[in-house]
C-alpha cells in the first residue's frame, strides 16, 4: 500500500498492516508536498507524544500564514472560528478553562444514573424489534448523543440533525462542496436561534452559561461560542459512538475475550482500555504545524510543515505494547493515546469512559446471549479519514 491510499475507501481494511510497515521502515513519513511545504504523519508511540505535546508545533496557522486574518465577530458567524482544537496557549487555556468544570471526573460521575437511565431506555426499545437489531443506529450512537444534548440544553429530538451535521463535518474531504456549505449553514442557522432563545430565556445547562460567559465580557467571542458548541456536540458523541461500537466488535472478534467479560463485569473497564487501544476511536490527531525549522528523530522538519500523528499506530507500537497486535481486556500495562496527549488531551476523556463503561453493562446484563449477526454483510468501517468507527453493526440476542 502506497501512502495515496491512506484516503483510499478501503484504506481501513488494511491499515493496521500498513502503520506496522512504516513504523519499522519510515516512521516519520512524508505524506505529500505543497508550494514548498511538506505534510508529514508521525507512526510510532514515543514520537507521538513528543509530538502531542511539544510546544515547538503549533495549531494555530494564522501564526505562520498570513493569507487571512482569523474572523473575530465580524460579518457572518463562522462556526469553525477560533475553535478550542485550532489553537495554542494562552487562547487555549482559556477556552478550556470555561468548560472544564462541566467535564472533570466528580461532576461527570454524578451523571451515572441519567446516562444508566438512558441506556436502559435504549434497550427495551431493541428488545421490542424482530431480527437483528443495529447496534450503532440502536444504542451506540443515541446514547452519548442524548446525554451530550442534555448536558448542553439541546432538544434530544434534534439528535438526527447532529448526526447529519457531524457526518459532514468530520468527512468534509469526502464530500460534495455543496453539500458541505448546505450543512454548515443550516447547523449555523440552528444554533443562532437557540443562541437567541436561551439569551432571553436562560436555563440550567452549558449554553446558556457559555452565552452568559460571552455576555460578561471578553472571555468568549461570539465565533467562539459557536466554534465550542460546534466542537461539543461532535466531540460529545463521535468518540464515544466509535469506542463502544468498535469495542464490540472487537469482542465480537474474540470470543474468548467476549465470555470473559459476560463472566465477569468487573473486566469491563479494562475492556474499554483495550478498545481505545485496539481499534482507537481517532485514527489520526488534527493537524499542527511546525514552528521553527528543526530535527525531528533523524528526520528535517521545517518551518510551516504540515504534522500530524497516527494515533492508531502509536496504540499498536511493538516497542510499547506486549503482542499489540492481540486483544486483552486483562492487558496489565496500557498506556495508550486514543484521548491524547498534552494540553489538548480530550476534554470529554471521563465522560467517554463512563459512557462506554454502563453501555457494555447494560448491554451484556440485559443480552447474555448477545452476538454479532452473521447472515448479513459484515460491518464496514466509515469513510472518515480522522476517525475510525463502523457504519453499522448487526447483533442477535440468541
Known amino acids: 500500500m502506497d501512502h495515496e491510499q491512506l484516503f483510499s475507501s478501503n484504506f481501513k481494511v488494511g491499515a493496521y498492516p500498513f502503520y506496522q510497515t512504516q513504523r519499522q521502515e519510515n516512521p516519520i513519513f512524508a505524506l505529500q508536498e505543497n508550494q514548498g511545504h511538506t505534510s508529514w504523519i508521525v507512526m510510532k508511540y514515543d514520537h507521538v507524544k513528543e509530538l502531542l ?20 465577530d465580524e460579518g457572518e458567524p463562522n462556526i469553525f472560528g477560533n475553535m478550542m482544537l485550532d489553537v495554542d496557549p494562552p487562547d487555549h487555556t482559556r477556552l478550556r478553562k470555561l468548560v472544564q468544570p462541566s467535564f472533570n471526573p466528580k461532576t461527570i460521575k454524578q451523571l451515572a444514573p441519567r446516562i444508566e437511565q438512558i441506556a436502559d431506555e435504549l434497550i427495551e426499545e431493541m428488545k421490542t424489534k424482530e431480527g437483528p437489531v443495529d447496534l450503532i443506529d440502536d444504542y451506540a450512537f443515541p446514547l452519548p448523543i442524548i446525554v451530550i444534548s442534555e448536558l448542553l440544553g439541546i432538544p434530544v429530538e434534534d439528535r438526527d440533525k447532529f448526526r447529519k451535521w457531524s457526518n459532514t463535518i468530520v468527512a468534509a474531504s469526502e464530500q460534495e462542496e455543496g453539500d458541505f456549505l448546505e450543512d454548515v449553514q443550516a447547523f449555523t442557522q440552528y444554533l443562532t436561534e437557540l443562541f ?12 446558556s452559561q457559555l452565552i452568559q460567559t460571552q455576555e460578561d465580557g471578553d472571555k468568549l467571542s461570539r465565533n467562539e461560542l459557536y466554534s465550542m458548541v460546534v466542537l461539543l456536540i461532535i466531540a460529545g458523541h463521535e468518540t464515544t459512538v466509535n469506542l463502544i461500537g468498535n469495542t464490540m466488535y472487537a469482542l465480537f472478534e474474540h470470543p474468548e475475550q467476549l465470555e470473559k467479560v459476560k463472566a465477569d ?67 496489565e500495562r496500557n498506556a495508550h493515546v486514543a484521548f491524547g496527549f ?18 457494555l453493562e447494560k448491554l451484556l446484563d440485559a443480552f447474555p446471549n448477545l452476538g454479532m449477526d452473521t447472515s448479513t454483510t459484515p460491518p464496514a468501517w466509515r469513510r472518515v479519514f480522522l476517525l475510525r468507527g463502523l457504519d453499522s453493526l448487526p447483533v442477535c440476542f440468541a
Open 265 to 331: 463485569h468487573s473486566l469491563i473497564p479494562g475492556a474499554i482500555e483495550e478498545g481505545l487501544r485496539y481499534y482507537s476511536p481517532v485514527d489520526f490527531s488534527t493537524a499542527r504545524w511546525a514552528g521553527e525549522d528543526m530535527d525531528f528523530h533523524g528526520t528535517t522538519i521545517r518551518r510551516g510543515d504540515f504534522v500530524m500523528a497516527s494515533i492508531s499506530s502509536a496504540n499498536r507500537d511493538e516497542e510499547k505494547f506486549d503482542r499489540p497486535e492481540a486483544f486483552n481486556v486483562e492487558r
Open 342 to 359: 498534552g494540553i489538548h488531551f480530550c476534554l470529554g476523556a471521563p465522560l467517554a469512559r463512563l459512557e462506554g463503561k454502563i453501555a
Open 196 to 207: 437567541e432563545k436561551r439569551s432571553t430565556e436562560p436555563e440550567d445547562d452549558l449554553v
Open 53 to 72: 505535546k511539544s510546544q515547538s508545533f503549533i495549531k494555530d496557522q494564522d501564526k505562520l500564514f498570513s493569507t487571512s486574518a482569523r474572523d473575530k
